[in-house]
């Protein structure tokens, strides 16, 4: 049941961890589930990939979409982690499915991580994207690819892979406007407006997207990766007034009385003060109203996947590229810890063959998501 294999020059892996939690050995539905959707053909895979956002913190309990759509008709992984939690380091592991140390993409920027790196060493020659398209999927990446993404390339740079491409080549993304995105090689201009609000706006392009594949045929893979919820945690104007009681989780770690067993980074913190305290308050409520376009999305995803007869022949998942602290061990808001708030994501996957309603225990890791995908698509893994 076990695969190991040698991936390129840099390092080796296993079989998908969540292949053999679900059952769904060799692309195939297990016995017992839909005829309709054993029938179907390749399945459509639909990933939806938040930035920052945390198990412990108890975000994805403010959306419900996430929680009725595709928890309650699907599996949750309550054990998934991340093994370095900082974005670019993960994003790579997720298209690449290798541990970063063999990835070589440490950090967000040179000389050591960032989409610089991935370029110069010509990673993207062989990602989930790759596998997927020459396996005859039409392929869409929206939202942030790698950070630094496209410096060292052009602006219309499109890595290999992938049939559509809508990804912010400049501008500040991360505050949900006044950024440019290349657009299939075209740089389209967003402003300030409601209308230019970057989550509903690659929302809509991934309708659009699903309603535009008429072949019933070719399987469809969906990349879509919001800056939500990562600070500046910009709201859209919607739902910029939700939430107005809600504070920020207090675990025992919270403003950590007591840190004398801690490493010299945090035994040397003082205790957080009152301001600062309100200011986390203040930002895991952004953090909250950011999620709701998120949550928006997932409906609207799913439901385009129904009316178009596609979704019994779907699999969808939802993840994040890594974890956040919000005050735990007199931390101000960040990541790039050992720490379970920073390593420890949600994943949540719904398909064909899923058990509905399940809490898997299984130990499970980000970089199984590229093998499990060329899994379900009944095609070798990455090589």
């Known amino acids: 049941m076990f ?28 016995t017992g589930s839909s005829p309709a959707a054993a ?45 370095l939690s900082l974005c670019c380091p993960s994003r790579t592991t ?27 060493e010509g990673l ?4 989930m994207g790759t596998v997927l398209h020459n396996a005859g999927y039409r392929t869409v990446l929206l939202g942030k690819y790698l950070n630094g993404y496209p410096d060292t390339a052009t602006p219309a740079y499109i890595p290999p892979g992938w049939d559509e491409w809508y990804s912010p080549s400049a501008g500040n993304p991360y505050s949900e406007y006044n950024y440019t995105l290349n657009e299939n090689g075209n740089q389209v201009v967003y402003g300030a407006t409601a209308a ?40 859209a104007p919607r739902h910029a007034n ?15 009385p007591d840190v004398s067993g801690k490493p010299g980074y945090i035994k040397d913190r003082p205790l957080l003060t009152p301001t600062e305290i309100s200011n986390i308050d203040d930002a895991y409520r952004n953090r909250l109203r950011a999620l709701q376009a998120v949550d928006e999305a997932v409906a609207d995803l799913v439901a385009t996947m129904s009316a178009t007869g596609r979704l019994a022949n779907t699999y969808f998942i939802f993840t994040s590229d890594n974890g956040y602290h919000m005050g735990e061990h007199r931390l101000l808001p960040g990541k790039y810890t050992p720490y ?13 063959g899923v058990p509905a309603g399940v809490v898997n225990d299984q130990f499970t890791g980000n970089l199984d998501l590229a093998e499990t995908f060329a899994d379900f698509a009944g095609v070798p893994p990455l090589a």
Do not use: C, W
């Open 340 to 352: 379970e708030t920073d390593l420890h994501v949600p994943l949540i996957i719904r398909g064909p």
């Open 124 to 127: 993207e020659s062989a990602t």
């Open 196 to 235: 230019d609000y970057l989550t509903d706006v690659i929302h809509a392009k991934a309708v659009s997207f699903i309603n535009r594949a008429t072949n019933p045929n070719q399987p469809l893979f969906i990349y879509f990766a919001t800056y939500a919820p990562h600070e500046p945690y910009t709201p």
């Open 3 to 30: 695969r190991t294999r040698t991936f390129g020059k840099v390092g080796r892996r296993f079989v998908p961890l969540f292949i053999m939690a679900l059952g769904l050995l060799g692309g195939r539905v297990p």
């Open 242 to 256: 939700l939430f107005p009681n809600v504070n920020a989780p207090r675990p025992p770690s919270f403003n950590e």
């Open 94 to 120: 997720i298209l690449r499915g290798q541990y970063p140390h063999n990835t070589g993409v440490l950090t967000n920027a040179l000389p050591d991580g960032g989409f610089e790196k991935a370029y110069a």
């Open 39 to 83: 029938s179907a053909g390749p399945p459509n895979i639909v990933m939806i990939l938040t930035d920052d956002q945390d198990v412990q913190l108890g975000e994805i309990d403010y959306m419900p979409n996430v929680q009725k759509l595709l928890a309650q008709q699907g599996t949750s992984f309550s054990n998934h982690y991340v093994p």
